[in-house]
């Protein structure tokens, strides 16, 4: 799986003949998305064993079902799914884990509190290597609870829709927007403990 | 008029751009006047779009080839002699 001369062709003629039996164009769509997937295992395993175990099994799972694939949604949205699926799976496994909990939590509305409002200095991401962001960005996810750590890493980094996400976690709607909205602001108030304007505080508020 | 928690629910579909033309017209004159949603929805705003930006790291070496070796064993297994016409 070796040749690259696919790398031009359109999505959806690769899924079609990697469905008629032809392995290099299967390949082809593995590496376009063996990235993000790995990328994607990570944020939602939060475990580099798990998530190369992940990325296998994603693969593996699509190549066996790729009849079941109906074109009617793009395929690396398909991935995701199945991705997020083994992902979950592998969470639920690590249960004896307490920290991690894919139960419902009650809704208290105390985590959309704002505490910390302080304004960001111009273009703060500029001021740090990229290893360096890359730190700050991936323990900030790091700290949010599962399910909003996965609605947050499909909606915003994966750029999925609402739908698409709500679909890929099992969830309604309404459930995923407040859960990204959460997600997002403490997310917020993390990095805004690294890029606020210097000399620039907090307001008391609410 | 808007109070600050109304501002905050809205949020998410405020910065999606998924909603109506009124509303958005409230939001926008709350954050004229208040200072702190403002400051909320700029960093909001910014924190959105540095995740956005963020390449994926390159898939480490030894990850890709473990995947490769398992998946073309899996190919092999389900490959009938017929139906491995490379096209390329």
Same mark, same amino acid.
């Given at each position: ?82 991705a997020v699926n083994q992902a979950l799976m592998k969470l639920r496994r690590r249960k004896t884990d307490k920290s991690v909990s894919l139960d419902e939590t009650i809704d208290t509305g105390e985590d959309t509190v704002v505490r ?34 996965s609605v947050f890493v499909l909606r915003d980094i994966e750029e999925l829709s609402t739908e698409e996400t709500a679909e890929a976690l099992g969830l309604s709607v309404p459930a995923v927007k407040s859960r990204l909205l959460r ?24 | ?43 909001? !705003? ?5 995740? =956005?930006? @963020?390449?994926?790291?390159?898939? *480490?070496? %030894?990850?890709?080839? !473990? ?5 073309? =064993?899996? @190919?092999?297994?389900?490959?009938? *002699?017929? %139906?491995?016409?490379? !096209?390329?």
């Open positions: 799986m070796a040749v690259s001369s696919l790398a031009g062709i359109d999505e959806s003629a690769l899924v079609v003949q990697a469905r008629d039996g032809d392995t290099i164009a299967f390949g082809e769509l593995v590496r376009r998305y063996e990235g993000k997937i790995f990328r994607l295992a990570q944020h939602v395993t939060q475990n580099r064993e798990d998530a190369e175990d992940v990325l296998q099994e994603t693969f593996m799972k699509a190549y066996e079902h790729l009849d079941q694939f109906k074109g009617d949604s793009k395929f690396y949205t398909w991935i995701v799914r199945i910390e409002i302080a304004a960001w200095g111009e273009d703060p991401e500029q001021q740090l290597s990229r290893e360096e962001l890359g730190g700050i960005l991936d323990s900030a996810i790091q700290s949010l609870e599962p399910l909003y750590r997600a997002r602001l403490q997310l917020r108030e993390k990095l805004t403990r690294f890029f606020k304007r210097k000399g620039d505080d907090a307001f008391a508020y609410m | 008029m808007l109070t600050c928690k109304d501002f905050l629910s809205e949020l998410s579909d405020y910065l999606d751009e998924k909603i109506d033309a009124e509303l958005r017209a409230k939001l926008e004159s709350h954050i004229t006047e208040c200072p702190n949603c403002w400051v909320i929805a700029d960093t909001t !705003r910014k924190t959105i779009q540095i995740y =956005k930006g @963020m390449e994926p790291y390159p898939i *480490p070496p %030894d990850v890709e080839s !473990r995947l490769m070796k398992a998946l073309e =064993k899996k @190919m092999a297994a389900k490959q009938k *002699p017929a %139906d491995s016409v490379r !096209r390329t």
